[in-house]
């Protein structure tokens, strides 16, 4: 029997190496009647020149570009609002969010905020609160990671260091474009971090104590197979394309899984970590992920028998055999990629470990879904452990 569930995902994706190339042809065959575009990215990209091909096609084909590079990594707010403002000056018709995670979360935002003045961006933190339409909205990832292409949720920093979650069906691109042309050459430390943060998203996705379902499962047994399998090749050379192809379908897929089926106690323990500290996204959930493992193991441990078929297969005997033969396959992946693995490494400071644990307990969208219940002196222990 089939417990009754909801899956939802982006209407369209288009998978194709060298999309970007075409990008203009592209959006003018799916959007004939509009010509005022905005582009959200970062500063280093636009710099990079990686852009280039793409803004020349979208010139060439009518589109009237506006470039809105000041995205940071854990965007706070005041970000939010100024680009907003820029896009409401320029009157932008269609928002296309142009690189890591951070950038396709303003973009989603910028949809839903540029065309309207009735709804405030402080109203729409938490799940279901946004009550207006958006922009048309096409999301094109330079990492392969966040997922945030096939996403629902924008994460915005508010105050010095509270991160907070904006989850609503509103935000679900139009359109998400794979050109894994664009993450070739991505350097060895961000692909590393961005693509241990996708394997996070499908294994929590698998373990979700909410809203798993079988069509999540499908998604994040089949990212977790690719991605465990190019992580390394990825790492070891920039220029692989195959390894590049497989990680930037595998985070999507993990992207799609965890919309559906969302995260857990890693993404919580890690929120803390990027807001109080700057670390990235990607290594804040590595630097917690085997400990939470090992803190769920009692009660997951046959589902992460399950995963450790995936990422080894042929692993033999019990449960919980297996579910520590995965925790310590992915500490050796986390190891092989170079990437810190300890809380000290990234410079925080065991003085701080009790305020993390603090704030932490704020993620209650995420804690709810974990596995097993966490309390504050667990997530005390669970850092101790990391640090």
Not at 18 to 35: D, M, S, Y
Not at 83 to 105: C, N, P
Not at 106 to 117: D, F, G, H, R
Not at 158 to 183: F, N, S, Y
């Amino acid at each position: 029997m089939t417990n009754a569930f909801r899956f939802q995902t982006v209407q369209a994706m288009l998978v194709e190496f060298g999309a970007a190339r075409r990008l203009g042809a592209l959006l003018r065959a799916q959007f004939p009647a509009l010509t005022r575009l905005c582009v959200v990215t970062d500063a280093f990209l636009h710099k990079s020149g990686l852009l280039n091909p793409a803004l020349a096609d979208l010139a060439a084909h009518g589109w009237n570009a506006t470039v809105i590079d000041d995205v940071i990594a854990d965007p706070p707010e005041h970000i939010v609002l100024e680009a907003t403002s820029r896009a409401q000056t320029a009157g932008v018709q269609i928002v296309l969010g142009l690189g890591g995670g951070s950038s396709m979360d303003v973009a989603k935002l910028i949809a839903v905020l540029a065309p309207q003045e009735q709804q405030t961006l402080a109203d729409m933190y938490g799940v279901n609160k946004i009550v207006v339409s958006r922009l048309p909205l096409v999301q094109m990832p330079t990492t392969a990671g966040t997922g945030s292409e096939v996403t629902a949720v924008s994460i915005v920093t508010v105050g010095e260091a509270k991160k907070m979650g904006v989850v609503a069906p509103q935000l679900i691109a139009d359109l998400a474009i794979l050109d894994a042309e664009l993450t070739l050459g991505l350097p060895r430390a961000a692909t590393a971090a961005t693509g241990i943060d996708a394997m996070v998203h499908a294994i929590e996705a698998y373990t979700s104590a909410h809203l798993k379902n079988p069509i999540s499962d499908m998604l994040a047994v089949k990212a977790l197979e690719l991605l465990s399998r190019n992580l390394l090749p990825a790492c070891e050379s920039g220029q692989n394309r195959e390894a590049r192809e497989a990680m930037l379908l595998g985070a999507t897929f993990a992207g799609q899984a965890f919309a559906n089926s969302p995260v857990a106690a890693v993404h919580a323990l890690a929120y803390p970590i990027g807001g109080i500290y700057h670390v990235p996204h990607g290594l804040s959930n590595a630097l917690v992920l085997p400990h939470v493992l090992r803190f769920n193991a009692e009660t997951a441990a046959h589902l992460y028998a399950e995963l450790a078929d995936v990422i080894m297969p042929g692993a033999t005997g019990s449960a919980a055999s297996k579910t520590q033969a995965l925790i310590e396959r992915l500490e050796q992946m986390i190891a092989a990629t170079a990437i810190p693995a300890r809380l000290r490494d990234v410079g925080i400071e065991r003085s701080g470990l009790e305020r993390m644990a603090s704030d932490a307990m704020l993620q209650t969208r995420l804690l709810v879904n974990n596995p097993r219940p966490l309390t504050e002196d667990d997530a005390l222990a669970i850092y101790s452990a990391a640090f």
